[in-house]
């Protein structure tokens, strides 16, 4: 059955006719302009809270923390590893060495003070290298950041809820660092807001403190999973009228389902040449396409559904560092490396298709 | 229609009555007394208001474990004397009997019943008929039905992820849930006792209610900032009423005559009043209102509307004729739905 073969009978149900409404109240839209930009910003921003927790806990750590700690050379790296590469390659070399340090000393048990240290500074000017300042220089873009620290996987909202629901207490010191880091975003983008606004937007903020009191998890039994949820979603609201754009892409998923394909198909095109690039745009598009489309995909058309994230998994984990070093044990590095992007490359296409095709399902 | 129903009722009675003795009842004894419920989400209890003195005339007590054990969504009965309460704990996956739905008689405003409704309840809807509960089940993605003299579930169906609002149509055929997540509102055939198709609606869909002709459907999208207007003959969204993307609107209730629609914006700490004829917004009322208004209902006889406000722990009371707020009264913390109950007049 082709991907498109898939969408027929959601097509047929005739129950797609939505009338659009512009969404023309806020100034931009940050997640459509800068798709990739946030996601390397945010990154950049959960390699922070890690280092921010390093140093916030001592050493030797708890096992589930130091986890924690050592992902500071995971996914999140690299969704910007490969652009701050070719932009600054010293400043990429001296990263990568500093994080894995970080992780080593982790791992270790020993001071990380330093090699903490050390890693803040360079991850500081890779954001300056990686994101134009007229870009990361603005409130609009300032507040997408906010949004994704508020909501997105490992942020205050999910990270409460992590704690709570799955019994993953160290989840808790991460959303509790994403919180401190609002709060110092908030008084940049603070001057722009009204009296109103501003006491309202501290509000939640003092509502979310009391869930998140210390870095240190508590007993979490009995709590409610969504408490977290409910500040963070109206912070992400009052923050929308504040710097004036529109932080939740999902509010037309047509379109976000056509601008995440055509995003994608952009990665697709240089995926041979340049991967480590092309899958930052991977991670940026499935933080959009997990957040506002999966699920609505899985009840209208449930194998496109299943099919888009076999293929995010595939290209995800063909930027993973392991897969790489395993290829070269193997002896046949440049083959299976080669098989291995040929894999993404098609991969890459799927999503895209698959994207499309759920543009044209949900009415778009 | 719940009005009406009643004027039937009392009309019936009167019938056998003598003319001459209603004379000289006190006029107040001939009118039926309007109690308006509130639930208290982080409070665990339930505020009930006088509409005569518009004073809390009683708290009732849901849990004595506040904060581990919510009242969430109400739903009224047809004859208004009965209020149904959804309760849950926050262990969705576990048998607690914390998860139920409780049936509070208005006349005497004690728990009158109970059934379980496990999968954490969130919202509620009663049957034109009165036999039917039906509620959305928002960590199982389901939608419910139970039967209200046994507790017995009759129906149980797949809807969309994080189901939230329900609402059954007037002419007891279909009912409605919306579904966070998915931002749909799947269509369950009553009699068939099958889902008919899921709808895409505004994005964050919470609440669904039907015109008083049942023509309609009107969906709230919280984060979307739009009504969705339902055509239910051809079961599709027809409309979109636009409200501002701050607007984060969430419960809605229709006027009894059906000509409005009144909307509690919780971003906005504002209620909208739309005339479903135009279906465009007439007035936007932010004087003198609580905060972040999410739970909104309207009095049988249409003269008030009553809002829950879970930021400022309080009912705004708003003047249908003038569209002002003429009161706001304490409730509990975190209140999160409103419902009025009746106790019928002297018969």
Same mark, same amino acid.
């Given at each position: 059955?082709?991907?498109?073969?898939?969408?027929?009978?959601?097509?047929?149900?005739?129950?797609?006719?939505?009338?659009?409404?512009?969404?023309?109240?806020?100034?931009?839209?940050?997640?459509?302009?800068?798709?990739?930009?946030?996601?390397?910003?945010?990154?950049?921003?959960?390699?922070?809270?890690?280092?921010?927790?390093?140093?916030?806990?001592?050493?030797?750590?708890?096992?589930?923390?130091?986890?924690?700690?050592?992902?500071?050379?995971?996914?999140?790296?690299?969704?910007?590893?490969?652009?701050?590469?070719?932009?600054?390659?010293?400043?990429?070399?001296?990263?990568?060495?500093?994080?894995?340090?970080?992780?080593?000393?982790?791992?270790?048990?020993?001071?990380?003070?330093?090699?903490?240290?050390?890693?803040?500074?360079?991850?500081?000017?890779?954001?300056?290298?990686?994101?134009?300042?007229?870009?990361?220089?603005?409130?609009?873009?300032?507040?997408?950041?906010?949004?994704?620290?508020?909501?997105?996987?490992?942020?205050?909202?999910?990270?409460?809820?992590?704690?709570?629901?799955?019994?993953?207490?160290?989840?808790?010191?991460?959303?509790?660092?994403?919180?401190?880091?609002?709060?110092?975003?908030?008084?940049?983008?603070?001057?722009?807001?009204?009296?109103?606004?501003?006491?309202?937007?501290?509000?939640?903020?003092?509502?979310?403190?009391?869930?998140? @009191?210390?870095?240190?998890?508590?007993?979490?039994?009995?709590?409610?999973?969504?408490?977290?949820?409910?500040?963070?979603?109206?912070?992400?609201?009052?923050?929308?009228?504040?710097?004036?754009?529109?932080?939740?892409?999902?509010?037309?998923?047509?379109?976000?389902?056509?601008?995440?394909?055509?995003?994608?198909?952009?990665?697709?095109?240089?995926?041979?040449?340049?991967?480590?690039?092309?899958?930052?745009?991977?991670?940026?598009?499935?933080?959009?396409?997990?957040?506002?489309?999966?699920?609505?995909?899985?009840?209208?058309? @449930?194998?496109?559904?299943?099919?888009?994230?076999?293929?995010?998994?595939?290209?995800?984990?063909?930027?993973?560092?392991?897969?790489?070093?395993?290829?070269?044990?193997?002896?046949?590095?440049?083959?299976?490396?080669?098989?291995?992007?040929?894999?993404?490359?098609?991969?890459?296409?799927?999503?895209?298709?698959?994207?499309?095709?759920?543009?044209?399902?949900?009415?778009? | 229609?719940?009005?009406?129903?009643?004027?039937?009722?009392?009309?019936?009675?009167?019938?056998?009555?003598?003319?001459?003795?209603?004379?000289?009842?006190?006029?107040?004894?001939?009118?039926?007394?309007?109690?308006?419920?509130?639930?208290?989400?982080?409070?665990?209890?339930?505020?009930?208001?006088?509409?005569?003195?518009?004073?809390?005339?009683?708290?009732?007590?849901?849990?004595?474990?506040?904060?581990?054990?919510?009242?969430?969504?109400?739903?009224?009965?047809?004859?208004?004397?009965?209020?149904?309460?959804?309760?849950?704990?926050?262990?969705?996956?576990?048998?607690?009997?914390?998860?139920?739905?409780?049936?509070?008689?208005?006349?005497?405003?004690?728990?009158?019943?109970?059934?379980?409704?496990?999968?954490? @309840?969130?919202?509620?809807?009663?049957?034109?008929?009165?036999?039917?509960?039906?509620?959305?089940?928002?960590?199982?993605?389901?939608?419910?039905?139970?039967?209200?003299?046994?507790?017995?579930?009759?129906?149980?169906?797949?809807?969309?992820?994080?189901?939230?609002?329900?609402?059954?149509?007037?002419?007891?055929?279909?009912?409605?849930?919306?579904?966070?997540?998915?931002?749909?509102?799947?269509?369950?055939?009553?009699?068939?006792?099958?889902?008919?198709?899921?709808?895409?609606?505004?994005?964050?869909?919470?609440?669904?209610?039907?015109?008083?002709?049942?023509?309609?459907?009107?969906?709230?999208?919280?984060?979307?900032?739009?009504?969705?207007?339902?055509?239910?003959?051809?079961?599709?969204?027809?409309?979109?009423?636009?409200?501002?993307?701050?607007?984060?609107?969430?419960?809605?209730?229709?006027?009894?005559?059906?000509?409005?629609?009144?909307?509690?914006?919780?971003?906005?700490?504002?209620?909208?009043?739309?005339?479903?004829?135009?279906?465009?917004?007439?007035?936007?009322?932010?004087?003198?209102?609580?905060?972040? @208004?999410?739970?909104?209902?309207?009095?049988?006889?249409?003269?008030?509307?009553?809002?829950?406000?879970?930021?400022?722990?309080?009912?705004?009371?708003?003047?249908?004729?003038?569209?002002?707020?003429?009161?706001?009264?304490?409730?509990?913390?975190?209140?999160?739905?409103?419902?009025?109950?009746?106790?019928?007049?002297?018969?």
């Amino acid at each position: 059955m082709t991907k498109r073969s898939l969408f027929l009978p959601v097509l047929a149900m005739g129950s797609m006719l939505v009338p659009t409404t512009s969404f023309a109240q806020y100034a931009s839209s940050p997640f459509y302009d800068h798709t990739v930009a946030l996601s390397q910003a945010y990154g950049i921003e959960a390699l922070v809270l890690r280092l921010d927790l390093a140093t916030e806990f001592s050493a030797p750590y708890d096992d589930e923390l130091a986890e924690t700690l050592e992902e500071v050379t995971g996914p999140d790296y690299a969704r910007f590893k490969g652009t701050l590469g070719q932009q600054d390659p010293a400043l990429a070399a001296d990263l990568a060495t500093a994080l894995a340090e970080v992780a080593e000393a982790v791992e270790a048990g020993i001071d990380v003070t330093e090699a903490v240290t050390t890693a803040r500074e360079l991850l500081a000017k890779a954001y300056a290298a990686i994101i134009p300042a007229e870009v990361r220089d603005t409130d609009a873009f300032t507040g997408g950041v906010m949004l994704n620290l508020l909501l997105a996987e490992g942020g205050v909202a999910e990270g409460y809820e992590e704690a709570v629901e799955n019994a993953e207490p160290w989840e808790y010191p991460l959303g509790w660092a994403a919180l401190q880091r609002v709060k110092a975003l908030w008084t940049d983008v603070a001057a722009a807001a009204t009296p109103q606004q501003l006491e309202d937007g501290e509000e939640m903020l003092a509502q979310l403190d009391t869930l998140y @009191p210390q870095a240190e998890p508590g007993s979490m039994v009995g709590l409610n999973p969504e408490e977290a949820e409910s500040p963070s979603q109206r912070l992400g609201g009052i923050l929308e009228t504040v710097v004036n754009a529109d932080l939740y892409p999902g509010r037309e998923l047509p379109r976000l389902a056509a601008h995440l394909a055509t995003v994608t198909e952009e990665a697709c095109a240089i995926y041979a040449e340049q991967p480590e690039i092309a899958a930052e745009t991977i991670y940026a598009v499935y933080d959009l396409y997990d957040a506002h489309l999966a699920d609505v995909a899985g009840l209208f058309a @449930p194998e496109a559904e299943e099919q888009a994230g076999t293929s995010f998994a595939a290209l995800i984990s063909a930027d993973d560092g392991d897969d790489e070093r395993e290829a070269e044990a193997s002896g046949d590095a440049e083959e299976e490396e080669g098989e291995e992007q040929r894999t993404a490359a098609e991969s890459c296409t799927q999503i895209s298709e698959t994207l499309m095709a759920l543009k044209t399902a949900l009415g778009g | 229609m719940r009005n009406s129903t009643r004027r039937r009722r009392i009309g019936a009675s009167m019938g056998v009555a003598i003319g001459a003795l209603l004379a000289a009842l006190p006029a107040t004894a001939q009118e039926d007394i309007y109690r308006v419920y509130v639930a208290n989400e982080f409070s665990a209890d339930i505020t009930v208001i006088d509409t005569a003195t518009d004073e809390v005339a009683q708290t009732i007590t849901i849990s004595d474990r506040p904060g581990e054990v919510r009242p969430r969504g109400m739903a009224v009965s047809p004859d208004g004397e009965t209020i149904y309460v959804s309760v849950s704990d926050f262990y969705p996956e576990l048998e607690a009997p914390e998860d139920k739905i409780l049936a509070i008689n208005v006349e005497t405003n004690e728990v009158a019943g109970e059934f379980r409704a496990g999968g954490n @309840p969130e919202r509620i809807a009663v049957s034109p008929d009165g036999t039917q509960v039906w509620a959305s089940l928002e960590a199982l993605a389901q939608g419910a039905g139970y039967n209200v003299a046994t507790g017995e579930r009759f129906a149980v169906h797949r809807v969309g992820v994080e189901a939230e609002g329900v609402a059954v149509s007037p002419d007891n055929k279909w009912v409605y849930v919306t579904a966070e997540a998915t931002h749909t509102v799947t269509i369950i055939d009553i009699a068939a006792n099958k889902v008919a198709k899921h709808l895409l609606v505004g994005n964050r869909p919470r609440v669904v209610e039907f015109s008083t002709d049942g023509k309609r459907a009107y969906v709230s999208a919280e984060i979307g900032g739009i009504i969705s207007v339902i055509d239910t003959e051809q079961q599709v969204v027809t409309q979109t009423i636009n409200l501002g993307l701050d607007s984060r609107p969430v419960e809605v209730a229709v006027a009894p005559d059906g000509k409005r629609l009144y909307v509690a914006g919780g971003g906005t700490s504002a209620v909208y009043v739309i005339d479903t004829e135009s279906n465009e917004v007439i007035e936007t009322i932010t004087e003198r209102m609580g905060r972040r @208004p999410w739970g909104i209902a309207v009095t049988p006889d249409g003269r008030r509307v009553y809002t829950a406000n879970g930021l400022s722990d309080s009912v705004s009371v708003i003047d249908t004729s003038t569209l002002q707020v003429i009161n706001n009264i304490p409730a509990g913390r975190g209140a999160h739905s409103v419902e009025i109950g009746v106790v019928p007049a002297n018969d």
